[in-house]
């Protein structure tokens, strides 16, 4: 048994290995241990402030894995004003900064000014009290934001506490944001998922940080990058480029990309050597910020009402076109999702050519009212898909036609249905051939069960000439019946025939995603054929069971729910088990008699150590959690149980002695 004394002094030395890690990891990119020595050494530390939540400190590294959901984000005061800037876009602007500045300070000779990316992600303010970090909000608007603290610990690149000594108070500010892979990682996720896409990093990272519950902030990747501080009086530094190396010095990311420059020419130099590489970095930045460097000279000229006047954004020309809007065509996706897509006349983009873009739904067309042979305003916001900005409507001559929702399916003329409170219109006919086709090409894909040597190409044909309905069917497919398809011959016939046949051993998380269930992306799937084991009980599953599991939602448990319950469903997996699919993991280990149910513990129990009982809870197939909430089955109340205890009874929770537990562990 170790002591409280000898856990406290092992706590402090995890945190202290945790933290340094986690700063070579996500802010020096440089990682010095491997993934799984990280994850010894945080089991170990959670295993500790499990048996002693006393000792866990609010910097501790097991805060950043998110925790219940809140109610609604409280207000802060910002103590000084977050302000935006002056927009500058042209060489001559910055100049033109440059004389404003003479005019304000004639007494000046030399202005010296830092030039650094500007981040297109969030602002936010980070309290550090004593070094340690008690609050962080949204710039809101400006004046108070909203209580961000729960997500802002998730994210790595933010120092729980400081690396150096720092007493008092410190305000720092910077911007949260989403790299273009995370980005194109999650939309893609999303997709797979049936959820909407994020149209840009910047509204993904926003939508991160303003989740209610902190541990779905903490599955998305966010990074930051500071880049000030809200009083300089608050730091032993006389100005922003001596900021930077204090922040540094503090534990923070700051951007490599930072300039001092001399004079307002090299400014405007730096300017144009950011805008040629800007496709190349690996986030978004819509321009640069340029700001005066000397906090002296910073104080004296002072702020106008909503921006301060020592600092200006050399914005970027958007990435923008205008083309012709030829049609919209309607897609039906793998859930039968109708999405608008606008066939345009071809224009180049940053470099790209782009003949079709997004309209997201039905809201949007209505929103920018578009119609057919207008003239749109084009964008490509990182690498994804372009989308329509909006309609130029004074070159409209007359001629343009409204675009209009089709009320029936363009596939198989089933009545389309918009849910209230959605924003997608949706073919309610699960046999609806184009959303079978969709499936089909997913079943197949990398996000699938990634078969190789069949891809949608040939999926598409096979399916427009009837040799192939649905995903059973790939498993009757004929060798012959590939071999005949244009462009193919005996052997890749041969080789498709193989990977189709290999496919069927695979792990029940990965059927399960290749199924392309609404909602339900890799990591559910993950979770769903860990918590049931197997097909069976999952199918068998009523909407409450898939509420027991952690991680699945309300909106995932009804989607899986009303998928199991349809016939289609139902026929659909029993040709595929005929068909010979056979599931590797999960390990066939025995179910346990306590499969599906949630334990949680209060007070100190006599028969058990805590570990022990949650150890028995385990292996017997049930789950513990270490919070009181619907989903949990029993609370095992030991000695001095606390207010969990009377929770529970208002929650109507079934209280088990620690005699009845055992009877229960010694029966299962
Ligand atoms: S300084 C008073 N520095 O730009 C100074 N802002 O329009 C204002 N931003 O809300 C902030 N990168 O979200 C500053 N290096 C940078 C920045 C930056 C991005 C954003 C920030 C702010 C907006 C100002």
């Known amino acids: 048994m170790t002591s409280e004394n000898e856990a406290r002094q092992r706590l402090a030395t995890l945190r202290r ?43 501790s590294p097991s805060q950043r894995v998110g925790s219940l959901p809140l109610e609604g984000f409280s207000s802060v005061a910002h103590s000084h004003p977050m302000l935006s800037l002056e927009n500058s876009f042209s060489d001559d602007d910055l100049r033109a900064f440059e004389d404003k500045l003479r005019r304000f300070l004639p007494d000046v000779t030399t202005f010296t000014y830092v030039a650094e990316p500007k981040l297109d992600g969030l602002a936010v303010e980070l309290i550090y009290q004593e070094g340690v970090l008690v609050q962080a909000a949204t710039r809101g ?226 929103r920018k009212d578009l119609r057919r042979g207008d003239t749109v305003l084009i964008q490509r916001a990182g690498d994804v898909i372009p989308e329509v900005v909006k309609p130029v409507p004074e070159q409209r001559d007359g001629s343009e036609t409204p675009v209009r929702m089709p009320t029936t399916c363009p596939a198989c003329a089933t009545a389309l249905v918009r849910k209230e409170g959605e924003a997608v219109l949706r073919c309610p006919n699960t046999a609806c051939p184009a959303q079978k086709l969709r499936s089909l090409c997913h079943f197949v894909s990398k996000a699938g069960l990634d078969i190789d040597g069949l891809g949608s190409k040939a999926v598409e044909k096979l399916f427009s000439k009837g040799l192939l309905e649905d995903i059973p069917g790939l498993y009757s497919l004929k060798k012959a019946d590939l071999a005949a398809l244009e462009g193919w011959g005996e052997k890749s016939a041969a080789k498709a025939t193989r990977a189709i046949e290999k496919s069927k051993k695979t792990s029940l998380a990965r059927f399960l995603a290749a199924l392309g269930i609404r909602h339900i992306g890799e990591v559910t799937a993950g979770l769903l054929a860990e918590y049931f084991q197997n097909l069976e009980h999952l199918s068998a599953a009523s909407m409450d069971d898939f509420l027991h599991v952690e991680g699945i939602g309300s909106q995932m448990a009804e989607s899986l729910a009303l998928y199991f319950a349809d016939p289609a469903t139902r026929d659909l997996l029993k040709r595929l088990m005929e068909a010979g699919f056979e599931f590797s993991e999960p390990t066939q280990r025995d179910a346990g008699a306590l499969q599906g149910t949630t334990f949680l513990f209060t007070g100190k129990l006599q028969l058990f150590s805590r570990s022990e009982a949650k150890e028995r809870v385990k292996a017997a197939g049930g789950r513990v959690t270490s919070s009181l909430g619907k989903k949990v089955d029993y609370l095992v109340c030991g000695d001095k149980p606390g207010s969990k205890l009377n929770k529970a009874l208002e929650l109507g929770i079934t209280i088990l002695e620690e005699q009845q537990f055992q009877a229960m562990l010694n029966s299962s």
């Open 17 to 59: 290995q945790l933290h340094h890690h986690a700063y070579q990891y996500y802010v020096l990119d440089n990682p010095l241990i491997s993934d799984g020595e990280y994850d010894r050494l945080f089991q170990e530390l959670l295993a500790l402030e499990e048996e002693f939540p006393q000792l866990v400190t609010a910097d």
């Open 141 to 366: 608007d400006g004046r108070s934001g909203e209580d961000i603290t729960a997500n802002i610990r998730t994210i790595g690149a933010i120092p729980l506490s400081l690396q150096n000594a720092h007493a008092g108070r410190l305000e720092v500010r910077g911007e949260v944001f989403l790299s273009s892979a995370d980005f194109n990682r999650l939309n893609r996720q999303r997709g797979e998922a049936g959820d909407p896409l994020f149209a840009n990093p910047r509204n993904a990272a926003a939508g991160s940080l303003r989740q209610l519950d902190s541990r779905l902030t903490a599955r998305r990747p966010l990074d930051f990058f500071a880049y000030g501080v809200s009083d300089p009086d608050q730091v032993p530094v006389r100005c922003q480029s001596e900021l930077f190396h204090h922040l540094a010095a503090l534990g923070f990311k700051i951007n490599p990309l930072i300039k001092r420059c001399d004079d307002i020419e090299a400014v405007i130099t730096h300017y144009h050597h950011l805008s040629s590489m800007r496709t190349q970095l690996p986030y978004e930045i819509d321009g640069m910020v340029v700001k005066v460097d000397d906090f002296e000279l910073q104080g004296r000229l002072g702020n106008k009402a909503r921006s301060p006047r020592w600092a200006i954004a050399a914005k970027f020309p958007a990435s923008q076109g205008t083309t012709i809007l030829r049609d919209v065509e309607f897609q039906v996706g793998r859930t039968g999702a109708i999405t608008p897509v606008a066939i345009l006349e071809p224009l180049a983009i940053a470099g790209v050519v782009v003949s079709r873009a997004t309209l997201h739904n039905e809201d949007d067309i209505t």
